[in-house]
T-cell receptor
């Protein structure tokens, strides 16, 4: 069965430092992977997705994610964090019926 | 831009009431989804629909039903609300991927925070 794991409930980083939010997946066949962000009291906003091709995917707000097939990972990264990046981040994988399976979410806290 | 709207941001209901949550999208998307979000559990799929008058159960359909009479509108119904249905409800839509399917992005509404007393 397909699944997604986000091993960290919270990630803390100082403003200006690089950030990484981790995601690993389990899926049969080729994975379709997504990252979403949720600001307080808001719905989910799409950040980026990996379908095929280049392992480094660039998305909104300066975020990028690296697909690693051998490690079954799709970590979200940003070279320089902003306080405004503080939010809840969800990784998701699309299953064989084209439904999304979400991880439990990682809260990112960027301190000034 | 894709726009998905939900009828209420906050809703308070009493146990046993029938509750309707409405979702409307303006991008002519074929697919629509209802999720609930609970802390530590991520998003769980309740129901989805690939076409008008069509519905499929998701992972947690018990206690819920849905209606899709028009392409742009997808309603979630709690037949008899219970306290364990207190949650954030999120609607999403996406376009059809075709016969071979594709990883079409789901776009989300702002959510409805439902409290059942």
């Amino acid at each position: 069965a397909q699944s997604v794991a986000q091993p960290e409930d919270q990630v803390n980083v100082a403003e200006g430092n690089p950030l990484t939010v981790k995601c690993t997946y389990s899926v049969s066949g080729n994975p379709y992977l997504f990252w979403y962000v949720q600001y307080p009291n808001r719905g989910l906003q799409f950040l980026l997705k990996y379908i095929t091709g280049d392992n480094l995917v660039k998305g909104s707000y300066g975020f990028e994610a690296e697909f690693n097939k051998s490690q079954t990972s799709f970590h979200l990264k940003k070279p320089s964090a902003l306080v405004s990046d503080s939010a809840l981040y969800f990784c998701a994988v699309m299953d064989s019926s084209y439904k999304l399976i979400f991880g439990s979410g990682t809260r990112l806290l960027v301190r000034p | 831009d894709v726009k998905v709207t939900q009828s209420s941001r906050y809703l308070v209901k009493r146990t046993g009431e029938k509750v309707f949550l409405e979702c409307v999208q303006d991008m002519d998307h074929e697919n629509m989804f209802w999720y609930r979000q609970d802390p530590g559990l991520g998003l769980r799929l309740i129901y989805f629909s690939y076409d008008v008058k069509m519905k499929e159960k998701g992972d947690i359909p018990e206690g819920y039903s849905v209606s899709r009479e028009k392409k742009e509108r997808f309603s979630l119904i709690l037949e008899s609300a219970s306290t364990n249905q207190t949650s954030m409800y999120l609607c999403a839509s996406s376009s059809y991927g075709g016969l071979a399917g594709s990883a079409d992005t789901q776009y989300f509404g702002p959510g409805t925070r439902l409290t059942v007393l």
